[in-house]
């Protein structure tokens, strides 16, 4: 009976389990089977999630590297290169959190944890770096979970993060509306913490510090730990800060020091106390340097000197100390450890003081160079920092003619013989004693901007001078230490006097010679220094007035370069305002008045009406004014230009067709609606040869004269009509031979130009020059000048030093064009290759110019040569670029001009590499 009993007891044990293992097994809607599969997958799976997420949280929070010199992020996410997720984390724990969830969703779909398991796949692919299929998982969530007021909070508020590290900012800020909306129904105050750290960190994005300040409050009030608090409590003193609310920014950075924050942060508030308690209670420099000086006594600090150093030199310019702020940030990048950053600042401030201050520009580029290579590309101002360290030589020429300018006008001034004085001082300065430089050198003097040093292959010989790459390495060795000097006297002087420093400024702007050893000759020689500078001098009001026009041409393409080229509207206004100080009139004022009241616009009202009365009141008919009263102005004057360039076209195809009547009545009609036409002279132009396809050589002289009266300061038409009717009297018995003054080109007579060069052509710059005669017939369309002499223009400057970038180069070249890309392949550029020809033929008559035309993608190359250096392109570009509005009948915003050389050229083969040239063209031309 008992074994009975035992027997029945194990058949109904079994049968109990094989139903406890059927119903966990199975995806069975009983009440025994969600039991169970809310019991596995809240403790087997939730549960290890989020203590893995918790353990990957706090890793990210101490291996994250903090950027103290900027507003904190509020919260933590893996920060991503190029889409991938740096891998100094361990990210196996999100792949099994990501395991875990797809457990729950796909086995324990019945149970009450799916919304979580959501959320748990959206945060690991979050801290996995794919914020995009993060993204797609909360916003699945919310829309699925929705009655879930606590999933559904969740899901908005990691969707709203997901898609800000996306930088989708306008997205982000529409779910974060849908999230605030629903923070009132929120009964669990530790549930809110989060969600306002989220908005907050949207209110940072969007320079609402006030907003973000409010947020910020309320999440530390709801925030369960101390580490958020902490951390949000010294982004809250950042703000305060920014607002420049002293009191509270220092009441929030105490918080942060008698706290128990990391070390780092506790010595950055530490920091930021005694700066602002100086800015609070009045300018007490010393007190506030001794007790910077105090921190670097301490050990602990060592790690951190180069901040405090960068304060007590950011005290000492703040003083107009320069000298003392150049010492203390030096020394701020010499004892920098591990904070590029911090030596990234160290570096732009140094340029700047170099550049603006001791007008050292050669140590300025090398500086803005180091602080390029150093500062993270996301720092705040990365890309003006470039676009000045790229076009500085721009911004250095101008800022050197005026003090040239400036150095020439008080010497001037001066009497006679204390004149002769002066000058005879800057032709024999004299020079400092000068001690020789040590190896260590570079800690006692200052620290240098860093140069890359190549990697170099075996020693090939043992006498040095016969070893290119033990050269190379001395040579980097010695930009390392030394920088880029000048081959010259004392270069192992940094700091020179002002004597030295004038002397070389005007020797190299003044001095017309081009070659090297001459140029280097006549500075040398005294006595030729002393007749450059007194001949330069301007000693009458005529030579005065010139000389002060070049200052204010300079000043005004300084502030227009900042202006436009670096969106730098601050520097451009306090350039602007210097122009007007010094020159209260001048021919810029209606620009300047203009630039003005557009930087001042919704900044300063008051001064911005200012300027916009004056633009009104002095300059009423200026193209500033018209565009101030109606604002459409501008986009009416280039529809207008559209148009006149259309009727051009239209009119030079009938041209084309050599319908001369229809060119002749059709201009006629054009000039009766439209007499002031940018292009007004090309149409009396193309009149005036159809009249002389269809009449005697009378009227064509007629209309010629009639060109020359009606516009006598036009710079392409009027040389080229002047240059023909000088031919034309020159042989005018042979043309009134003629039934027409211009007949088709006869091939059997010889050309007019004579020979055509096979050889690189030299020119001059575009000017007057005189009539060749010659008894051979002209052909029709090619009514020149005679030739220009061929010499370079003695005040051109050089080409740059070499510099190669991928398949381009600024080697030198035999063969150099004036290149005009036109970004639509569509157009038709007769015309335009037509205008060309007129400048060339007015300006460069008899050299042999020619234009013609390369097509590739959706570009037109037009391209004029051959010049044999690149200084006679330069000066050819700088005759033909203002004249380009009237060349080119194409939209000015679709083309773009520049100089290249024949083996530069022969490399575009593609829109990418033509790109790629004109970047090249632009940062070192």
């Not at 220009?788 to 991928?806: L, R, W």
């Not at 008899?846 to 330069?874: P, W």
Request: glycine share 2%.
């Amino acid at each position: 009976m008992k074994n009975y009993a035992i027997y029945n007891l194990k058949i109904i044990l079994f049968s109990l389990c094989v139903c406890i293992i059927y119903s966990c097994s199975s995806q069975k809607d009983t009440a025994s089977s969600r039991g169970m599969q809310n019991l596995t997958a809240r403790y087997n799976y939730i549960y290890n999630s989020k203590v893995l997420l918790i353990n990957h949280q706090q890793e990210l929070t101490e291996t994250y590297v903090d950027n103290y010199d900027q507003i904190l992020p509020v919260y933590l996410g893996p920060e991503t290169d190029n889409n991938e997720v740096s891998t100094s984390l361990n990210l196996k724990p999100m792949d099994d959190i990501i395991k875990k969830a797809q457990t729950i969703i796909l086995e324990k779909s019945y149970s009450n944890y799916t919304d979580d398991a959501y959320i748990l796949l959206g945060k690991a692919n979050f801290f996995n770096g794919n914020y995009f299929n993060a993204a797609e998982y909360f916003d699945y969530t919310a829309k699925t979970y929705k009655g879930n007021v606590s999933s559904y909070l969740e899901a908005l508020n990691w969707k709203a993060r997901s898609l800000m590290q996306l930088k989708r900012i306008s997205e982000a800020n529409k779910v974060l509306d849908t999230l605030e909306s629903i923070l009132p129904s929120i009964k669990k105050k530790s549930k809110l913490s989060e969600p306002f750290a989220t908005l907050a960190q949207m209110c940072i994005y969007l320079d609402n510090s006030a907003a973000a300040i409010s947020y910020l409050k309320d999440a530390i009030k709801a925030s369960p730990g101390t580490d958020n608090r902490i951390r949000w409590t010294y982004i809250l003193a950042q703000l305060y800060e920014k607002q420049k609310n002293y009191p509270d920014a220092l009441i929030n950075y105490r918080k942060v020091v008698k706290s128990n924050a990391s070390f780092e942060m506790y010595f950055n508030a530490n920091l930021n106390q005694i700066k602002l308690r100086t800015l609070e209670s009045g300018p007490q420099k010393a007190n506030k340097q001794n007790q910077l000086l105090a921190l670097l006594k301490d050990d602990k600090n060592l790690d951190y000197n180069d901040q405090v150093y960068f304060q007590i030199a950011e005290t000492h310019a703040a003083d107009e100390q320069y000298i003392e702020a150049l010492k203390y940030y030096q020394l701020s990048i010499q004892k920098s450890t591990t904070n590029q950053y911090q030596k990234g600042l160290s570096y732009l401030k140094i340029a700047d003081l170099n550049f603006k201050v001791f007008k050292d520009y050669l140590k300025a580029k090398s500086y803005y160079d180091s602080t390029v290579n150093t500062l993270p590309k996301n720092y705040p101002g990365y890309e003006l920092i470039l676009k000045k360290n790229q076009n500085l030589q721009y911004l250095t020429n101008r800022y050197q003619i005026i003090s040239i300018e400036d150095t020439l006008q008080s010497i001037a001034k001066l009497p006679e013989a204390s004149r002769a004085e002066k000058i005879q001082l800057l032709a024999n300065p004299v020079v400092a004693p000068v001690q020789t430089a040590n190896t260590n050198s570079a800690s006692a003097t200052g620290y240098q901007p860093n140069y890359s040093r190549n990697n170099t292959n075996q020693l090939q010989s043992s006498f040095y001078f016969s070893n290119p790459t033990a050269i190379a390495i001395g040579f980097s060795d010695f930009k390392r230490k030394w920088g880029n000097r000048k081959l010259e006297n004392n270069w192992r002087q940094s700091i020179r006097t002002s004597a030295q420093e004038t002397s070389q400024e005007i020797a190299s702007n003044i001095n017309t010679t081009t070659d090297d050893t001459e140029a280097t000759q006549a500075v040398k020689d005294p006595q030729t220094l002393i007749k450059q500078y007194t001949d330069s001098l301007p000693v009458t009001p005529e030579l005065l007035a010139k000389s002060n026009q070049k200052i204010i041409n300079a000043y005004y393409e300084i502030a227009s370069f900042y202006l436009q080229e670096l969106s730098s509207p601050e520097e451009a206004a306090e350039v602007y305002q210097q122009l007007l100080n010094r020159f209260p009139e001048n021919n810029h004022l209606a620009a300047t008045y203009y630039s003005l009241f557009l930087i001042n616009k919704g900044i300063d009202e008051p001064k911005s009406i200012d300027f916009k009365n004056k633009v009104l009141k002095d300059f009423p008919s200026s193209i500033y004014a018209k565009i101030i009263l109606d604002p459409s102005f501008s986009l009416k004057q280039s529809e207008l230009e559209t148009a006149i360039n259309k009727q051009y076209n239209d009119v030079f195809d009938q041209y084309l067709k050599k319908d001369f009547n229809s060119v002749i009545n059709h201009v006629n009609e054009i000039s009766k609606g439209n007499t002031n036409s940018f292009l007004a002279p090309q149409f009396a132009y193309l009149k005036a040869i159809a009249i002389g396809r269809t009449n005697k050589v009378d009227a064509l002289l007629t209309a010629f004269s009639s060109i020359t009266e009606q516009f006598p300061d036009d710079q392409l038409i009027t040389p080229l009509v002047k240059g023909n009717a000088a031919y034309i009297n020159d042989h005018l018995a042979d043309f009134q031979k003629r039934d027409t003054a211009l007949i088709d080109f006869d091939p059997n007579e010889p050309p007019y130009f004579g020979p055509i060069r096979s050889t690189p052509i030299v020119v001059k710059a575009p000017t007057a020059v005189p009539i060749q005669k010659t008894d051979q017939i002209v052909k029709p369309a090619e009514l020149v000048t005679a030739p220009a002499p061929q010499q370079t223009s003695p005040d051109v400057p050089k080409a740059p030093a070499i510099k190669v970038d991928g398949p381009f180069s600024t080697a030198t070249s035999t063969v150099y064009y004036f290149v005009i890309d036109v970004a639509d392949a569509s157009l038709t550029l007769s015309s335009s290759r037509f205008g060309i020809g007129q400048f060339n033929r007015g300006n460069y008559a008899g050299s042999s110019l020619k234009h013609q035309l390369k097509e590739f993608d959706n570009d037109q190359l037009i391209y004029v040569g051959n010049f044999s250096n690149f200084d006679d392109a330069k000066t050819y570009a700088s005759g033909i670029t203002p004249q380009l509005k009237q060349i080119m009948k194409v939209p000015v915003n679709i083309y773009t001009s520049f100089i290249i050389s024949k083996d530069n050229f022969d490399k575009l083969t593609s829109k990418t590499l033509l790109d790629k040239y004109i970047e090249f063209y632009k940062n070192n031309y």
